[in-house]
């Protein structure tokens, strides 16, 4: 298997301007996660869909990010406008009928 | 709120020496309990995972767990320099809930 699925790696981007990470979960999980690390605040959930349906966005920071999950392979987190303060690698992660997540490979983003 | 704390270190041990790493939660509800490994720059990997009290053991790691006291550790015997990196410590499994709550991570350091 490919394992969970994120792009871009990497995404620099301006003050104001949109951004959106994509995710591929691992096929047949039915769970999906959402996170943002930082060193200052560790690793953060920020929402989690199980098959598909947003459970819990109480992680969410505030109105700019919204995620979707249009179908049981692909997820997307968007941040509109984006701040400076947004900077950090946002991983995805999913399961599969147990507790256990595997994570992606994360996007570092930076907000300029 | 449920929390899972650790000692953020870093914490140094020469080639060869038991590292250990320990955690507490406090959801006393938790039914899993799980420790990654996370080397910089990189994304969050499982190494083990912990149901019942007592210890599990893989390889070089041996994970501990005793839910009177809600504390979960983690050995790694005979460290290797490839062993440097951060752990996380989550926990899992309360109620219908899917997600797991991690700690900040303990900065594992094994000095050649």
């Known amino acids: 298997d490919a394992g969970v699925i994120q792009s871009p790696r990497h995404e620099v981007t301006e003050m104001g301007q949109e951004v959106t990470l994509r995710c591929k979960p691992i096929?047949?999980?039915?769970?999906l996660f959402w996170y943002r690390q930082t060193m200052m605040r560790g690793l953060e959930l920020l929402i989690y869909?199980?098959?598909?349906?947003?459970?819990?966005d109480s992680g969410m920071p505030e109105d700019r990010f919204s995620a979707k999950m249009p179908n049981a392979s692909f997820s997307t987190l968007k941040i509109q406008p984006s701040e400076p303060r947004d900077s950090a690698v946002y991983f995805c992660?999913?399961?599969?009928?147990?507790?256990?997540?595997?994570f992606g490979p994360g996007t570092r983003l930076t907000v300029l | 709120q449920k929390e899972v704390e650790q000692n953020s270190g870093p914490l140094s041990v020469p080639e060869g020496a038991i590292a250990s790493l320990n955690c507490t939660y406090s959801?006393?509800?938790?039914?899993?309990f799980f420790w990654y490994r996370q080397y910089s720059g990189k994304s969050p990997e499982l190494i083990m995972f912990?149901?019942?009290?007592g210890d599990k053991e893989d390889g070089r790691f041996t994970a501990q767990l005793n839910k009177a006291s809600q504390y979960v550790s983690l050995l790694i015997r005979d460290s290797q320099p490839s062993d440097s990196a951060t752990y996380l410590c989550?926990?899992?499994?309360?109620?219908?809930?899917?997600?797991?709550?991690f700690g900040s991570g303990t900065q594992l350091t094994v000095l050649p």
């Open positions: 096929s047949g999980h039915n769970s």
């Open positions: 989550a926990s899992g499994g309360s109620g219908s809930a899917r997600q797991l709550t």
């Open positions: 992660a999913s399961n599969g009928g147990t507790d256990t997540q595997y």
């Open positions: 959801d006393r509800g938790s039914q899993s």
């Open positions: 912990i149901y019942s009290n």
């Open positions: 869909f199980n098959n598909n349906v947003p459970i819990d």
